[in-house]
């Protein structure tokens, strides 16, 4: 709910505002949170199975179906190496269950198949776009494959530090720790803070059409209020047009 005032404006007319009070934004982050700590607690006792310290690297889950969930019960020495690989099915969704009170999560990589079926690697690291196709479609490959269905579940920890990895973060206890550029969505209780670092978009599907090449046909006709025609020495004009 919010309230709402009208002013005058000299402009337009009557304009309606709404005010969101400090109790609105309260009530809305409240339930953003407890749907993150249920979210963890639902978790956290859940295992498909579990890997150690002495596991191997990567993480391999496509002895698994494709197009299920997949819990993994551990701690942080594989996930806080960092250019740790995650080897799995494209339409696997894979929560690591993390024990710890004080639990690192560092970059890593997706080793996967293409809608071809050809055998591709993506880090976690997001680039900056500026214009840049390949890192638009960079940023789409780590939208799809790692926030769609990568989850880490640090359900005990107090301290979680996350270095350049992307996925759902669920650290309901912790306070938390950005360093070096990550993105996804973090859940906590607590606080969330940089180290000199950025966190990118939070998990979402968007559309990655920014740097494509599009076509555009305009044509021009003028005519008087009467719709007769310009006289054609009336029509060898530049116009200049101005694209939003």
């Not at 690989?85 to 080793?111: A, C, H, M, R």
């Not at 992307?166 to 650290?171: D, K």
Request: aromatic share 10%; net charge negative; charged share 25%.
């Amino acid at each position: 709910d919010t309230d709402k005032i009208s002013i005058d404006s000299e402009i337009t007319g009557k304009v309606d505002i709404n005010i969101i009070t400090s109790e609105n934004v309260d009530s809305l982050v409240k339930g953003i949170i407890d749907t993150g700590v249920a979210a963890s607690n639902r978790y956290k006792d859940l295992c498909t199975f579990e890997i150690t310290a002495n596991s191997s690297n990567p993480i391999d889950t496509t002895v698994f179906p494709d197009n299920c969930t997949i819990y993994i019960k551990c701690d942080d020495t594989i996930l806080s190496t960092t250019g740790w690989t995650l080897k799995k099915w494209p339409g696997q969704s894979i929560v690591f269950n993390v024990s710890g009170d004080n639990v690192n999560i560092s970059k890593f990589e997706i080793e996967t198949t293409d809608e071809g079926g050809k055998s591709i690697k993506v880090d976690s690291i997001t680039d900056a776009m500026d214009g840049n196709k390949e890192g638009t479609q960079k940023n789409k490959s780590v939208d799809e494959l790692f926030l769609n269905h990568i989850t880490f579940n640090a359900y005990e920890a107090t301290k979680v530090d996350i270095s350049a990895a992307a996925g759902l973060f669920l650290a309901p206890y912790a306070d938390v720790t950005v360093s070096g550029s990550g993105c996804g969505w973090i859940s906590t209780q607590n606080t969330v803070s940089t180290n000199d670092a950025e966190w990118h978009f939070y998990r979402h599907n968007r559309h990655y059409h920014a740097y494509q090449k599009k076509g555009i046909g305009i044509q021009k006709t003028f005519t008087y209020e009467n719709g007769a025609e310009l006289p054609e020495e009336d029509l060898n004009t530049v116009f200049n047009f101005e694209m939003y």
